[in-house]
């Protein structure tokens, strides 16, 4: 069994590119030259040189002992909440800017839900001087006011979408629609291992740098490059995808994802699309997602707006389908309390999506022997509010 992506751009039956006529050029010039660029050892070294002196990484690999003793097992944590703007999400932006400039464009478009991937992508613009428009629905916007802040703070544009539910589709399709008008000038940075081949492949190759490092961390730690399990929180699924990347074909090493389960998977109210979805397609890729009978898109909901995304990226409805991965899923309860919990055992507040991962020992109980590598995917400032509320601090 393969479980990487396949010369047409397939995971298994998951994947390809289920685009517009009119954006074929954009996304064919990407697919013809992806590869190619990310190769060439100038865009490496400038990648890796980035990583290291502005984003902070290698990010730590951390033992954490009091975690560890709690659910008796060996606990890593791989720390991505320590990254400059405190996620994951930053090393794909870069990997991303450093393609356009690659590929000659001079603008760059995004659409964020929540507004993290807005930031991460006026991020590094600012830090290109490059032009940045960032499409958000009219209600995100109104939700999400500090990240907002941070993105006009950082000289971006953001415009609102005013269609349909005014969230992250309506986004998405306000995005598709400036990158079908400007072919030439403009790069699309999707910020999650999901969209048109080849965007899940080239954003989860970015992202690799995480499973790339906890291999000689762990090598470092434990005398050996495999762990007994990777963790990680799904949304769409680009820091699962770096943090399995290097593992995939290592049997030995256990594969795990928690998805969202909102206030309960039967509730309605959640986002655990592998429990849920059914194959369809949604943002130009073939996977899961949930859907009504007639085949409309579900509205997700999860208290993490990190994971409030209906469908996976195909890399891990394959996972799912090939029974290579375990796939659970963590109500808000379950996400929040484990949030707490690492903050009074470790002194980490994480992010809220980060809890969910952290909430699977609720779910499965490991060998004392296990080494559980777990992607803290972000960092919980973002969150306070939230906490705040739900805790009543
Ligand atoms: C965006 C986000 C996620 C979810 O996105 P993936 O693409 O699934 O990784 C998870 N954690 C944090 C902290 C995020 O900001």
């Known amino acids: 069994m393969k479980y990487n992506i396949d ?24 697919r013809q030259k992806y590869l190619q660029i990310m190769h060439e050892s100038s865009f490496q070294k400038e990648f890796h040189q980035l990583l290291k002196d502005y984003v902070g990484r290698p990010s730590p690999l951390y033992f ?79 939700r999400q006011a500090p990240n907002v802040a941070r993105m006009k703070m950082l000289g971006a544009e953001v415009r609102p979408a005013l269609s349909g539910s005014r969230t992250l589709k309506d986004a ?27 965007y899940p492949d080239m ?74 979805g059914k194959i369809g397609i949604i943002h130009g890729c073939k996977t899961m997602l949930m859907q009504t009978n ?7 909901y999860s208290i993490s707006a990190g994971l409030d995304y209906p469908g996976v990226g195909p890399m891990h409805s394959h996972l799912h389908a090939s029974g290579r991965a375990d796939f659970y899923s963590a109500t808000d309860d379950e996400a929040m309390k484990a949030g707490l919990e690492l903050s009074q055992l470790e002194g980490i507040i994480p992010a809220i999506e980060s809890g969910h991962a952290l909430a699977v020992f609720e779910h499965k109980k490991f060998r004392s022997e296990d080494v559980v590598v777990i992607s803290l995917s972000g960092r919980g400032d973002k969150d306070l509010n939230t906490y705040i509320e739900y805790f009543k601090l």
């Open 7 to 30: 010369e047409k751009g397939y995971y298994g039956e998951f994947g390809g590119a289920f685009i517009p006529e009119m954006l074929y050029p954009n996304v064919e010039e990407l």
């Open 64 to 142: 954490a002992s009091r975690l560890s003793e709690k659910h008796g097992c060996k606990i890593y944590l791989k720390r991505e909440d320590l990254n400059h703007t405190g996620a994951h999400k930053v090393n794909n932006t870069i990997g991303q800017i450093l393609m356009a400039k690659k590929l000659g464009k001079t603008r760059i478009i995004a659409e964020t839900g929540a507004g993290q991937h807005g930031v991460a992508t006026a991020t590094v613009c600012a830090l290109m001087g490059i032009e940045c428009v960032v499409y958000m629905g009219e209600i995100d916007i109104a």
């Open 172 to 198: 998405t399709n306000e995005a598709i629609r400036d990158w079908i008008n400007n072919p030439v000038d403009t790069h699309y940075i999707i910020g999650s291992a999901i969209g048109p081949h080849p």
């Open 203 to 276: 954003v989860t190759r970015f992202q690799s740098v995480i499973s790339e490092e906890i291999k000689w961390q762990l090598q470092e730690k434990e005398g050996r490059e495999n762990p007994d399990y990777v963790v990680a929180c799904i949304g769409g699924g680009s820091n699962a995808a770096g943090t399995y990347y290097h593992f995939l074909d290592n049997p030995e090493v256990g594969i795990i994802a928690v998805e969202a389960a909102g206030k309960g998977i039967n509730s309605g109210e959640s986002a655990a699309t592998s429990a849920l």
């Open 294 to 300: 007639d085949g409309q898109i579900t509205e997700p």
